[in-house]
């Protein structure tokens, strides 16, 4: 992922036209079109798209290029989704979980969310045995929770990375 870091801003519809939106629907499903085949899919010439692609980034709308890896052949297979309550809501315990958060082996994303739970977080391990540890090694002493819940995925139905675009 590129280092540059571009202010986001707020771009509504208007700034954005067809091609703009087509650009970043085929970029979201391959980031690794050349700009000569990106420039063709899209009926422009390469140096004319290649600056709305530049224009993209400057926009924040695209916030870096990854490459997507398989879990199981990283080690990473297993999915488990956790709910977290806090002791207290209040910007101290917020910020100091959400900094602990960011330390625990394998999250993937840690959301605040509305409801019965506080947190979200997604973490990748291999297996049960290493959540297991993973969940008394780390999980367990996250500052401020008063409850964790598990939720180990048995099946992937849906996973995407794409954002929808209406073009």
Known sequence: MSTTKF?????????????DKTILRLLQRDASLSNVALAGKVHLSPPACLRRVERLRRLGLIKGVVALLEPRAV????????????????????????????????????????????????????????????????????????????????????STTELPLVV
């Open 75 to 158: 080690g990473a297979g297993m999915l488990v989704m956790i709910g977290v309550v806090l002791d207290r809501s209040t910007p101290e315990s917020f910020a100091a979980f959400e900094k602990a958060a960011a330390k625990v082996s394998g999250c993937m994303e840690c959301h605040v969310v509305t409801g019965e739970f506080d947190y979200f977080m997604l973490i990748r391990t291999r297996d049960s045995d290493s959540f297991n540890r993973l969940h008394a090694e780390q999980l367990l002493y996250l500052p401020g929770v008063r409850q964790v819940r598990s939720f180990m995925v048995l099946r992937n139905v849906l």
């Open 7 to 19: 202010r986001v801003q707020a771009v509504d519809d208007a700034e954005l036209d067809r091609t």
